[in-house]
C-alpha cells in the first residue's frame, strides 16, 4: 500500500467554495425563516383575493404617506380606509413626518385587528356602523381605497368618507370610476399612477378634493 492510499481526499478549490455557497445560503435561509416579521411590514399579512386584496408597491405605499402626512400636519389624524398597506408604511416610522401624526385603519379583515385600538372593523355594506367614539368628521385627511369597483361600493364608501373627513379625501381606486368619484364626493383625477406589488388588469388612479402634488 502506498502513502498516497492512507490520504484523506481532498475537494477541489471550486468544489469546496461551491459547498460553502450552499451552506451560507441555507445559513441565510433559515435566519430569514426564523427572524420575528415586523408586524407593520406589508408581508406581515398576506393578500387574500377573496377580499379583493392588492398591496401596493413600496414605492406607491411611501407616496401616499408622505402625501397624507403633509396634508394633515403636524398633529393630525389619518384614516385609511381599506389601505391597510398604506397605513403599515406610515407605522413603519420610515417616511419623515410620521411620529408627528396619528393614524387608524378600517379593514373588514380581521386580521388587522394586531393593531389594537389604531384597527376598526369595516364593512362597506354598513358605511356608517362605526364605534360610537368614532366623532364625524374627526380626521384631516381621509385616504380611500374601495375594495370593488362598482358604483355601489364607491356610494357606500363615500358615506363613510363623507362621515369621517374634515375635508381632505384622497382617493385610490379604477381609473373608470372617475365620473362616479367627481359626482359623488367631488373629486379630481391626479397624473401620479398608483403601482402594486402583483399587476392588476384595471388601471388605477388617484382622485382628490384639493389642490395636491400628486396632480403634477
Not at 481526499?9 to 441565510?28: G, I, K, V
Not at 396634508?71 to 416610522?93: D, M, N
Not at 357606500?156 to 368619484?181: D, F, N, P, R, S
Not at 388605477?204 to 378634493?209: D, Q, S
Request: aromatic share 12%; charged share 25%; hydrophobic share 40%.
Amino acid at each position: 500500500m502506498s502513502d498516497s492510499d492512507d490520504e484523506i481526499p481532498q475537494l477541489s478549490a471550486a468544489t469546496l467554495a461551491a459547498l460553502q455557497e450552499f451552506y451560507r445560503e441555507e445559513r441565510d435561509w433559515f435566519v430569514q425563516s426564523t427572524a420575528p416579521v415586523d408586524k407593520y411590514s406589508v408581508g406581515a399579512v398576506e393578500e387574500d383575493w377573496r377580499m379583493s386584496q392588492f398591496w401596493y408597491s413600496d414605492e406607491t405605499a411611501t407616496r401616499l404617506v408622505e402625501e397624507v402626512i403633509q396634508e394633515a400636519g403636524k398633529g393630525g389624524r389619518i384614516a385609511c380606509l381599506s389601505a391597510p398597506s398604506v397605513y403599515q408604511k406610515l407605522k413603519q416610522g420610515v417616511v419623515e413626518g410620521s411620529d408627528g401624526v396619528s393614524a387608524v385603519v378600517l379593514e373588514y379583515d380581521r386580521r388587522f385587528a394586531t393593531y389594537g385600538q389604531e384597527f376598526i372593523f369595516y364593512d362597506y355594506n354598513e358605511p356608517l356602523a362605526l364605534p360610537e367614539d368614532v366623532a364625524p368628521q374627526s380626521f384631516d385627511v381621509v385616504l380611500a381605497d374601495p375594495p370593488y369597483l362598482s358604483e355601489e361600493c364607491l356610494n357606500k364608501v363615500a358615506q363613510t368618507v363623507k362621515y369621517l373627513a374634515k375635508g381632505k379625501v384622497l382617493l385610490c381606486t379604477g381609473a373608470i370610476m372617475e365620473e362616479h368619484a367627481e359626482k359623488l364626493m367631488g373629486l379630481k383625477i391626479c397624473s401620479f399612477l398608483p403601482k402594486h406589488n402583483k399587476n392588476l388588469a384595471n388601471e388605477f388612479r388617484c382622485f382628490t378634493n384639493y389642490p395636491s402634488n400628486l396632480m403634477s
